[in-house]
């Protein structure tokens, strides 16, 4: 059974920094590629990043050079730097993994349970 775990969320200042883990069990994390989504109150889901199984990655223009994805596939862990932070993104964070090894298309329903961003002074 696939099971992510997120955790690293918090409460910080607008500017200030958070960094996000996902554990991963259940599948063969090295051979999918892995994403970080999010949704805001009231809002859809929003990619926000995605590294496949080579290590290539890729960021929603809303967070390109201020979020940082990474993989540690020794440990089956998903990072997710976050710097610079805004107000506007505040929100649940989750991690997905590929809907099959061939793809990076990530499957909403392997999320976990997420973990909080609240960005606020």
């Known amino acids: 059974e696939v099971q992510l775990v997120e955790s690293g969320g918090g409460l910080v200042e607008p500017g200030g920094s958070l960094t996000l883990s996902c554990a991963a069990s259940?599948?063969?994390?090295?051979?999918?590629?892995m994403s970080w989504v999010r949704q805001a109150p009231g809002k859809g889901l929003e990619w926000v990043s995605s590294i496949n199984s080579g290590g290539g990655t890729t960021y929603a223009d809303s967070v390109k050079g201020r979020f940082t994805i990474s993989r540690d596939n020794a440990k089956n862990t998903l990072y997710l730097q976050l710097t610079s932070l805004k107000t506007e993104d505040t929100a649940m964070y989750f991690c997905?993994?590929?809907?099959?090894?061939?793809?990076?298309?990530?499957?909403?329903?392997?999320r976990g349970q997420g973990t909080q961003v609240t960005v606020s002074s």
């Open positions: 259940g599948f063969t994390f090295r051979l999918y590629g």
């Open positions: 997905a993994k590929a809907r099959s090894v061939y793809s990076n298309a990530f499957d909403p329903n392997s």
